[in-house]
């Protein structure tokens, strides 16, 4: 093993217990997401238009686990053993899976409100151009970064990295600002729309099926602290935050696949029955939502 100073701010424990963290978020997200990917891939009933939205945002969330474990394994190690390039990578890639979670969230809650509201049949053609898109426009906006608007580098612990916010200059403003309109402020009034929109439905027709509030506090407690971070620091130094505060924003953020996995997948009901029937072999029930009118 190579030598290595303990980051400034981090002891010993401190990496050890951010490398848990890190390791048990990691592997349940890991185990519920790769289990909504083999259902959807193996059980053709299951495979739909609309689930294919859950299942793509299964693959994005999946990758952000895997850059979580990748980050739990250089903590253990105490350092970055995959140098500056492997770091940019990471970033890119951690990032990616980011970009295309929160808009595949976004794109679920529209899809939802067309399935209980307008009762509008999805087409696969719609389906595949959408998700398409939706992965180009993640890979091109986490791209930039390596072409110099945004700048990757290593986090505090420096066993992983992400978005250097500690520049604070205008490239990283007016990035971060984008992202915000881009990747927030859209998912955000979609997802209170729609589910406003199927709350309503619900209560029209007297059967919740399922919590409609649920998938806006979930991203918000996962990911509003960490934006709020990177929002503050396009006016203000974060450096003024101690370093393993700046280290436990991402390490919450990076448990968002595993409620992701629980809500839209396992908690879904045109796509629990596909689980199921993956996991124990016997048939789905179709459920019917006309049943409720
Ligand atoms: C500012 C901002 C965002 C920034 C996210 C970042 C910077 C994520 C980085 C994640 C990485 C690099 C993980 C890899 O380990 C969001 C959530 C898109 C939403 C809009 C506002």
């Known amino acids: 093993m190579g ?19 890190l390791l048990v978020g990691g592997l349940l997200g890991f185990f519920l997401n790769i289990i909504s990917i083999l259902s959807f891939l193996t059980v053709r009933e299951m495979r739909t238009p609309s689930n294919f939205f859950v299942f793509n945002l299964a693959v994005a969330d999946i990758c952000l686990n895997i850059n979580g474990l990748t980050a739990a394994y250089a903590s253990y190690l105490r350092y970055w053993p995959f140098g500056q390039d492997g770091c940019s990578f990471h970033a890119f890639q951690g990032m990616i899976s980011v970009l295309a979670s929160l808009s595949f969230m976004a794109v679920i809650a529209w899809d939802r409100y067309h399935q209980y509201c307008t009762r509008q049949k999805l087409f696969w053609s719609t389906t595949l151009t959408i998700s398409g898109l939706i992965w180009i426009l993640a890979i091109f906006w986490s791209a930039l970064p ?34 915000v309109f881009l990747y927030l402020m859209f998912p955000s009034i979609t997802l209170i729309s729609c589910y406003n929109s199927i709350y309503k439905q ?13 998938p806006m506090k979930v991203m918000l407690m996962c990911w509003g602290p960490y934006i709020l971070m990177c929002i503050y620091a396009c ?25 992701n996995a629980l809500f839209y997948a396992f908690g879904n009901e045109f796509y629990r029955g596909g689980i199921w029937h993956f996991l124990t072999g016997q048939k789905i029930v179709e459920p019917d939502i006309k049943k409720s009118k």
């Open 3 to 21: 030598t290595y100073t303990l980051p400034e701010g981090f002891t010993e424990f401190d990496m050890f217990a951010f490398g848990s963290a």
């Open 146 to 179: 390596l072409m110099g608007w945004g700048v990757y580098d290593f986090e505090p612990m420096r066993t992983c990295c992400t978005l250097d916010y500690t520049r604070g200059d205008r490239d990283y403003i007016t990035y971060v600002l984008s992202l």
């Open 202 to 214: 619900f209560k029209k027709v007297h059967h919740h099926r399922f919590n409609t509030s649920l």
């Open 235 to 259: 006016f203000e130094n974060v450096k003024i935050f101690s370093p393993k505060l700046r280290m436990l924003l991402p390490v919450i953020a990076k448990t968002n696949p595993f409620f």
